[in-house]
């Protein structure tokens, strides 16, 4: 479980096909504080550390993570946002965060407001989705590339969020533009929601 308080962009180093799998190798600065089999959130993709050599680690994406995230589009020199699993002990600063990436989004729009930045993504509003609680609510939660943020402006195929100098300074936000695509991760409590309805129809 996560919270969707990124810990750091880190930087790819090497991408490996195999298969249907993909091998990311990553630098960061707490690479020496993992361990084996560690879940560690990549973009909001919760993925297991199989492997770490001198400063860098490794973890694997099967192809059903790849279909569903923007991880298969990732290089060599690109930044990934980082968070290892939540302390049991700790506070929730953001929400609850799976790891499992529903969907991807589109940025449609970036808008400069006093220092800020507002962010547009859209997304597919397939019916079938909807009821499964692919939706936002104003001002509820969202999680972008694994950054766990509040939505304003919701539509049923949109939302907008914004960002701070901090958030857009020390994540992969500062690398999105128009055309860019995310990872989203809709609110868990929506989803259990919209499944309870389905069952209660």
Do not use: W
């Not at 959130?41 to 995230?69: K, W």
């Not at 919701?154 to 907008?160: D, G, K």
């Amino acid at each position: 479980m996560f919270s969707g308080i990124v810990e750091e962009a880190a930087k790819v180093t090497k991408t490996r096909r195999d298969g249907g799998n993909l091998h990311l190798t990553l630098n960061c600065s707490f690479v020496n504080e993992l361990k084996i089999d560690q879940s560690v959130a990549h973009n909001g993709v919760c993925l297991t550390v199989v492997e770490i050599a001198d400063d860098t680690y490794t973890v694997t994406a099967i192809q059903e993570t790849l279909d569903r995230s923007n991880l298969g589009s990732l290089k060599e020199g690109d930044l990934v946002n980082l968070e290892r699993s939540m302390l049991m002990n700790g506070r929730l600063d953001g929400h609850i965060v799976q790891g499992h990436v529903d969907t991807t989004a589109i940025c449609t729009d970036i808008e400069d407001v006093d220092g800020s930045r507002y962010f547009k993504f859209e997304y597919n509003a397939d019916p079938a989705l909807i009821r499964q609680g692919y939706v936002t609510v104003e001002k509820g939660s969202v999680t972008v590339n694994g950054v766990s943020l509040t939505v304003c402006d919701s539509t049923p195929t949109s939302f907008r969020v914004a960002i701070i100098p901090y958030t857009f300074e020390h994540t992969n936000f500062r690398d999105i533009k128009i055309g860019s695509k995310v990872n989203i991760e809709f609110d868990i409590i929506g989803k259990y929601l919209a499944r309870m309805m389905e069952f209660s129809r």
